[in-house]
């Protein structure tokens, strides 16, 4: 279950509860994971790992309840419905609950699916147990996101508005307009060709009957005139119901006196955020120069509102044009401009803290709302694709202005003269960045998927698919991963020959913060996707934490093929893929020789391509060199899949099958034999057995 501690830490401290012992050993995979507990009643307390309660569970439900991230229960459902009925408060507060049936055949999303995450988790569970999720929210039945989660994994800052009314229009799919001023569009490119957004604002347009605004700004209800004109958005519609999510791409510049207060910082941020119509949900962070990272009401600040702070020396200050400079900041500090500075700096130091996200363009719908984008690279932000990006400047929306407080602690804007105050003074200047600072650690989730069939999966592997934010890889291996998808997710599909694209993909998806699972047929670090997704990590100057990376296991292409056909790798065996393309032919043909001389078993991947046929023939010239002509050789082709394809030959005749890059190719060694339809290579226990005896 090392694994599964990641995959499940959004729905930690997790509360499991049971009132049957098949019940509570149906729970007991879940019950190893951390800041997790499995509760019974004292009559099953001879339950190995569980915690008892005493009394009632409805008692103990309420005095665990406000403890719980979120609850899974294996009773009935009705049950679960009365019990927890009376601790519901809010969609926005109350925990994930999820119930499983006694036999394991169905997982619940029953409260909180979207905010508190339960369809999630009912997902996350139903893999680990091979189970059923049920998911009954309209939004999911349409393949479309939450329209109240849709921001969460870019780490954007959820508005007012009415969210139970704009997620019935969703569900009757009526016409939503998305107004989108700031953050990235790419969650646009992974809708269902179906879904009820108008990402359009024409003059004459069918008047919808929702709105969504995506915005840095304070939108209100009802806007004046100029703004109606600028979005083309009818005066007469400010009636509808319509959302707000604020993508964090303020950065507030400061400078300030030594020892100025928390509470002048923030209603100096809050003054010029109102007087500009910029919202206070959007600000990423604080920038400032370096000498100010100790700065106790900075700081203070930061932490309650969970703003980054970055800090910059002076020598990169003062390399900023800025509109208003200064002689006496310069002095002072070694640079002529502070907070206008340090503004532009955090805002467009994207190639620090994030990665260009281009809207993958040309996209093709995917099976489960998602899209598959064979080209992902086309930029739609204006930043550089490369891995080392150039830097970019932010754009200054407010410049510098001065506050303090008078006297009797009235906030004053640019005083004429200094004046007196305990709470010192500040300098505040905003910057809007061309992307969204996310908030979060990105991670890099490697993937072997097995041989093709969900069933040869994990259920870490499973899982992982389900739970990551963004899925990339081979568009075959996409389409064999379809039913573990889920709405919302951003799937990319590359060609075959883009493997490099698809690590730099995922590497910039997750440094801006994303969860990104890659996957790979087989095992991803068997001539799979985890050593290129490594290698290049190490060569963007990769520190090994961020982001993290986590590697899971699959079944190998060779294994799969092995059981197909018995036990032909029961002794030493090696792998050796034909393909050419990244290795010289002169030493695959060094292994080759090395392996049959060795007399290995050889699993060969890459045997055949439609340009590549003549080096199959090679191997079996080499191998006839120290083989008996009759040596089994097995020919499995998508081991697993549908069209799967199995026989069994020689060394002398196994060219007469069809071979291709889709097949593994198993030569035994000297010892390997067939009975039936099956290989057999001996591990030598008979042998040793009578040797044993003799002696």
């Known amino acids: 279950m090392g694994f599964d501690r990641l995959l499940f830490a959004d729905f930690q401290p997790l509360a499991l509860i ?8 149906r729970l007991q995979p879940l019950n190893q994971l951390p800041a997790t507990t499995l509760w019974v009643s004292e009559s099953l307390s001879q339950i190995e ?63 909180s699916g979207h905010q508190g995450k339960a369809d999630r988790l009912a997902q996350l569970v139903a893999r680990q147990i091979g189970a059923t999720p049920v998911i009954t929210g309209a939004s999911a039945s349409l393949g479309l996101p939450g329209i109240d989660v849709l921001g969460v994994p870019f780490g954007w800052n959820r508005g007012t508005g009415d969210w139970t009314k704009v997620s019935a229009a969703i569900a009757r799919g009526e016409l939503v307009r998305v107004i989108q001023e700031a953050g990235s569009t790419l969650w646009q490119s992974h809708l269902p060709e179906t879904h009820p957004f108008d990402f359009g604002v024409p003059e004459e347009a069918i008047a919808p ?30 009636t509808i119901p319509e959302v707000r999510w604020h993508p964090r791409v303020l950065w507030v510049g400061m400078g300030c006196e030594r020892g100025t207060s928390r509470k002048l910082i923030a209603a100096a941020i809050q003054q010029v955020c109102q007087a500009n119509d910029l919202a206070e949900d959007a600000i990423a962070g604080i920038a400032t120069i370096d000498i100010k990272a100790d700065e106790a009401g900075i700081l203070e600040l930061c932490g ?26 310069e002095a002072e500090v070694g640079t002529p401009s502070v907070a206008e500075a340090a503004a532009i700096c955090a805002a467009g130091d994207v190639s620090q803290i994030q990665p260009s996200l281009p809207t993958p363009l040309p996209w093709e719908r995917g099976a489960a709302g998602g899209v598959r984008a064979e080209e992902c690279w086309q930029a739609d932000l204006g930043l550089d694709r490369s891995p080392t990006l150039k830097p970019v400047q932010g754009r200054l929306l407010v410049s510098k202005q001065i506050f303090c407080f008078d006297t009797e602690d009235r906030l004053i804007q640019n005083p004429k003269s200094k004046i007196q105050n305990r709470q010192g003074a500040v300098t505040v200047a905003i910057a809007q960045s061309q992307l969204e600072y996310t908030g979060r650690k990105g991670s890099l989730w490697l993937v072997g998927t097995g041989p093709g069939k969900l ?9 992982a698919i389900t739970a990551a934010d963004a899925v990339i890889g081979y568009s075959l291996y996409i389409d ?113 020789i090395a392996a049959a001389q060795a007399d290995f078993v050889t699993a060969l991947y890459n045997p055949r391509s439609q340009t590549r046929t003549q080096q199959i023939v090679t191997v079996q010239q080499i191998f006839l060199q120290y083989r008996h002509p009759s040596t089994p050789v097995a020919i499995v082709r998508s081991a697993y899949r549908s069209d799967e394809e199995i026989a069994i030959s020689t060394l002398e ?42 002696d």
């Open 49 to 111: 790992g569980v915690q008892t309660y005493s009394g009632s569970l409805s008692e103990h439900l309420a005095n665990i309840w406000p403890d719980c991230k979120s609850l899974v229960f294996c009773l009935a459902t009705g049950a679960v419905i009365r019990l927890i009925a009376p601790l519901l408060q809010d969609k926005s507060c109350d925990p994930a609950v999820v119930v499983v049936d006694e036999a394991g055949k169905f997982v619940i999303s029953l409260c």
């Open 209 to 238: 009957q929702a709105r969504v605004w995506i915005s840095h700004q304070q939108v209100k209800s009802r806007r004046g005139a100029k703004h109606c004109a600028r979005t083309k958005v009818k005066s007469q519609d400010s």
């Open 653 to 694: 005749k196994f060219l007469d099958l069809p071979i291709d890059m889709l097949t593994t190719v198993i030569i035994g060694n000297q010892s390997s034999r067939t009975h039936a339809d099956w290989i057999i290579t001996p591990r030598g226990y008979n042998s040793w057995s009578s040797f044993t005896d003799c």
């Open 480 to 592: 064999l991963i379809s039913p573990l998808l889920r709405p919302g997710q951003i799937v990319e599909a590359l060609p075959i020959t883009q493997e490099r694209q698809r690590a730099e993909r995922a590497i910039a998806l997750a440094k801006w913060g994303l969860t990104v699972a890659v996957v790979s047929s087989g095992d991803c670090g068997i001539y799979g996707m985890a050593g290129l997704v490594l290698e290049e990590l190490q060569r963007s100057g990769w520190d090994g934490k961020t982001p993290s990376v986590e590697v899971f296991p699959g079944i190998t292409a060779l294994q799969a093929a092995a059981a197909r056909v018995g036990a032909p790798l029961m002794h030493d065996f090696c792998a050796i893929s034909l393909s050419d393309l990244l290795t010289p032919w002169e030493v695959i043909e060094k292994r080759l």
């Open 455 to 463: 069933e040869q999966m994990t259920p870490a592997a499973q899982t």
């Open 304 to 329: 309650e509102r969970c703003w980054h702070l970055r800090t910059f020396p002076a020598e990169i200050l003062r390399t900023v044009e800025v509109p208003n400079p200064s002689t006496v900041v």
């Open 18 to 25: 049971a009132t049957t012992p098949t019940g509570a050993q």
